[in-house]
């Protein structure tokens, strides 16, 4: 039986979230849309079978097709980032970053990371997280005045501190990453180097963003965001770091992997290797420029003062409007954004005083340049007037008329 004749229900809420993310923008700089093949892979039959274990040594019988599919995906993976080895079963970013953890450090054990305030990640030390409980968090932050990361500074409070591990790559930093750098101070202290790539994979997969392959002992990311892939994770590292890290997602921090999600990834990986990604990557990257630039031109205070990848931080407090406020009242308009804290905030991270959109989803929908001058006139108008439910309505009308241009799933 069909969804819609077994849960009508379900079946109904899924539609209307369809027709959702078919009439919004999403500015949501972690959302993108999968393509239809990815979907049909994660929707298979895959999901009915029980892999435990690595191919051609799993816990279970039956797994002959299975096994071809999840060495298809390591390979993939390994040629798309030019890396020694990959481990694509981690169900999550954060599972991925458990994993490293417990891959090189012990319970206690000292690490650094950037301050969750200035672009840094739950499992890169907050408190609540198992990151910041288990483990012993050094924050380090950008520098005041640029809103750029200070390696000098870095590099001193990594002296200092002697950590064990080092975490680079964010989820809210908008410039490029010197990761060579982050290599040089590794090796001075000697910790192991950490690269968390969640955000910028899909950019790095492309070339048209620096690559941590060469320098990082360990890779973990994310397979949605700029990949375009299944919502799920991998890490990945130099062969000589293979065998922990492996031990470390299975048996250590996982059970049985989803398949299905696994040839999800593995197809996404071929798409990011035709020649067509990297025109969408980069064209990501030059929408992000224009929407910085647009969005500073009309009055946002750009955090950094620019970007540098698929990601614009916004310091809204000039304007006299929370995060929160200004995420509701877009939402109202049609514009799906997130509240995000800036460097050096004041308010609560529920609150903030920043905002955080990126052009992943809207690249994929087939914009450009034009469109987002279009967007960010749109944006700014909401943010000035969030009350105004009059004009709420007229974006929330321009807003659908121009997704109606740029549909991602064409019948």
């Not at 000292?110 to 305030?117: C, E, P, Y």
């Not at 959109?357 to 809207?362: F, I, N, P, R």
């Amino acid at each position: 039986m069909s969804l819609k004749q077994t849960d009508s229900v379900i079946s109904g809420l899924i539609e209307k979230e369809s027709e959702y993310q078919k009439k919004t923008l999403r500015l949501i700089a972690s959302e993108n849309y999968a393509s239809k093949a990815v979907m049909e892979a994660t929707g298979s039959i895959l999901t009915n079978k029980y892999a435990e274990g690595y191919p051609n040594k799993r816990y279970y019988a039956g797994n002959q097709y299975v096994d071809e599919i999840e060495i298809l995906a390591i390979e993939r993976a390994k040629k798309l980032f030019g890396v020694g080895h990959a481990n694509v079963q981690p169900h999550s970013g954060s599972s991925a970053n458990i994993a490293a953890f417990f891959a090189f450090l012990e319970v206690g054990d000292k690490f650094m990371g950037l301050d969750l305030a200035h672009g840094g990640h739950l499992t890169h030390g907050s408190h609540v997280n198992f990151s910041g409980k288990w483990f012993k968090p050094v924050a380090y932050s950008v520098d005041k005045e640029t809103e750029a990361l200070d390696y000098d500074a870095i590099r001193k409070m990594a002296l200092e501190e002697k950590p064990k591990l080092i975490i680079c790559g964010y989820t809210a930093y908008p410039l490029e990453i010197n990761f060579k750098a982050f290599r040089d101070i590794c090796d001075e202290v000697g910790a192991v180097m950490m690269a968390d790539i969640s955000h910028i994979a899909g950019l790095i997969a492309a070339g048209v963003y620096p690559s941590p392959a060469e320098y990082a002992d360990i890779i973990t990311t994310t397979t949605h965001k700029t990949l375009r892939g299944p919502r799920g994770a991998m890490m990945m590292c130099k062969e000589e770091n293979a065998k922990k890290m492996d031990k470390s997602v299975f048996p250590g921090t996982q059970g049985g992997p989803l398949e299905h999600c696994i040839a999800a990834k593995a197809v996404c990986f071929h798409e990011a290797m035709q020649p067509e990604f990297k025109e969408y990557a980069t064209q990501t990257i030059k929408n992000a420029k224009v929407l910085a630039e647009e969005l500073s031109a009309n009055g946002l205070r750009v955090v950094a003062g620019k970007t540098e990848s698929h990601l614009v931080l916004l310091d809204l407090t000039a304007k006299g409007i929370t995060g929160k406020d200004a995420q509701m009242s877009l939402e109202e308009a049609g514009i799906i954004t997130n509240r995000n804290t800036i460097p050096f905030d004041t308010r609560s991270p529920f609150i903030t005083s920043g905002l955080r959109v990126g052009t992943a989803a809207l690249t994929t929908r087939g914009m450009k340049e034009s469109e987002m001058k279009e967007i960010a006139s749109m944006l700014v108008k909401v943010v000035e007037k969030p009350d105004d439910s009059e004009l709420k309505l007229r974006i929330r009308s321009e807003v659908e008329e121009l997704c109606e241009k740029f549909q991602v799933y064409k019948e």
